[in-house]
């Protein structure tokens, strides 16, 4: 082969390959699919290899050297470099070596690793949009279940096709005088009596061609009490569903409660302070260890009181705990603090949940004594959170220049994670993806305590 045709040959397998002396200077080059003019890079020919290269690639050029010197002949193991171009960015190439026998030269060639780190970026990108999709999913999961226990009337989730029980809240369970477990599953006849269940069926076909027919009265089969029955229809993961709701009728739902009582003394006798507020923020109702948080003589002083009087710096937390309360339906461990009438400033945690009374929409508040890490000391400078949650909590607590440094290193610590897990704990390409130096990848993973003292010779 003709040294022109093996240069074509080069030229055509390799984006860039470098004939270079026994000393490491190049002596001449072969562009290929590079993406850049020859002129920008013709200035290399009479130059060290080395100092053509980024900082962080050298060691990695001394080390494909010294193995190429060695290899007889043999094609050395590649390594990812970035060359630097005059103009442009570093470009990262993937060299292999070879020793040529005439005068101890060395031939690298080198692939365009462009392509898979753009590839690499889209995959964290689509990864990071499925993690938010998947929370989202979470979020409304949570909230359907939260209705689905806490709604006043029975709820039946019924399969359309075999008309089963799928699922049932306790409401429900109450009503038909059942357990959960032992209802999902039974057939939806079973329930009624067999005059009643002619009615039900009627009713379903109905809510199945969507003409919205009106509730009936029917019977229930295990005791023969009258009840209403609502049906709607939807869909989910392409069958059909039918939800059914049961209310009872006259004193039928009182009889199917008659541990409310027992319920309301249980709240009474919390070690927790317990407060209940309809969305005005006025106190409905509130148990004894609140009115003592308080610091007042009985419930009667507390109700019909804006909670803003006890409950909240004057920064806004209120405001901050109700928006998520309306915008997520429940909160947990938010934290703040209560100030009695004498003035007394406790630290509190705050679990919050919506719900309805009466056709109204109301909030009920846990309020404990704060025991979370991420509570703010009074006495010193506030422990700031690792969540993008616990960071919004913040808003009206911190200084907002505080905020915005801890929401920088939050990022930046999501970041390198994500990008050593695509990577496969490769550091090397988890630098090129994040745009970084390898020395600066690993001063990162120091700080953020990612297990950053590991040699860069060992990784490479």
């Known amino acids: ?49 080395l100092d053509t290269v980024a900082t962080d690639s050298r060691n990695k050029v001394e080390l494909l050297l010294k193995e190429a010197r060695a290899s007889r002949g043999a094609l050395v ?36 690793l462009r392509a898979l780190s753009n590839l690499q970026q889209q995959l964290v990108g689509a990864q990071q949009s499925m993690e938010r999709e998947y929370s989202r999913l979470r979020h409304a999961e949570t909230r359907y279940r939260m209705l689905f226990q806490i709604a006043s009337e029975g709820v039946l989730i019924v399969d359309a096709a075999t008309m089963k029980v799928t699922e049932c809240n306790p409401v429900a369970s109450r009503l038909l005088q059942d357990t959960a477990p032992r209802l999902a599953g039974r057939t939806l006849s079973s329930l009624f009596t067999p005059e009643s269940w002619n009615e039900v069926r009627e009713l379903l076909g109905s809510a199945q061609l969507a003409v919205g027919a009106a509730p009936i009265i029917a019977q229930l089969a295990h005791d023969q009490s009258d009840v209403q029955v609502a049906a709607s229809v939807f869909r989910q993961g392409g069958s059909s569903l039918f939800l059914l709701r049961i209310s009872g009728q006259g004193g039928s739902q009182t009889e199917a409660n008659p541990r409310d009582s027992q319920i309301l003394e249980v709240i009474e006798s919390l070690p927790d302070a317990f407060v209940m507020i309809d969305t005005d923020r006025r106190v409905l109702s509130a148990n004894a260890a609140f009115v003592e948080m308080a610091q007042l003589a009985g419930e009667p002083q507390v109700r019909g009181e804006p909670l803003d009087r006890w409950l909240g710096r004057a ?146």
């Not at 970084?436 to 003292?453: A, F, I, M, P």
Request: net charge neutral; aromatic share 4%; with cysteine.
């Open 1 to 49: 082969m003709t040294p022109a045709i093996a240069a074509r040959v080069i030229g055509a397998a390799a984006d860039l390959a470098l004939v270079l002396d026994s000393e490491g200077i190049i002596q001449d080059l072969s562009l290929g699919d590079l993406g850049v003019s020859r002129a920008l890079c013709e200035p290399w020919i009479g130059q060290r290899w």
């Open 77 to 112: 193991r590649g390594r990812e470099i970035n060359q630097r171009v005059k103009g442009n960015a570093d470009v990262p190439l993937r060299f292999s070596a070879v020793r040529l026998h005439e005068r101890g030269r060395i031939l690298a060639i080198g692939r365009d």
């Open 315 to 460: 920064g806004g937390d209120l405001n901050i705990l109700l928006a998520n309360l309306r915008e997520h339906g429940s909160v947990r461990n938010f934290g703040t603090v209560i100030r009695g009438e004498y003035g007394l400033t406790e630290q509190v945690d705050v679990s919050a949940v919506a719900a309805m009374e009466s056709g109204r929409t109301c909030y009920g508040l846990v309020v404990r004594q704060a025991s979370s890490p991420f509570s703010l000391d009074t006495g010193g400078s506030p422990v700031l959170p690792r969540s993008v949650e616990q960071l919004t909590a913040l808003v009206g607590r911190v200084a907002l220049k505080e905020i915005v440094r801890e929401t920088t290193d939050l990022i930046e610590r999501l970041c390198i994670e994500a990008a050593l897990k695509v990577s496969g704990d490769n550091r090397a390409s988890a630098a090129q993806i994040l745009g970084l130096s390898r020395q600066s990848l690993y001063s990162k993973l120091r700080r953020h305590d990612l297990g950053g003292d590991d040699d860069a010779e060992g990784q490479a």
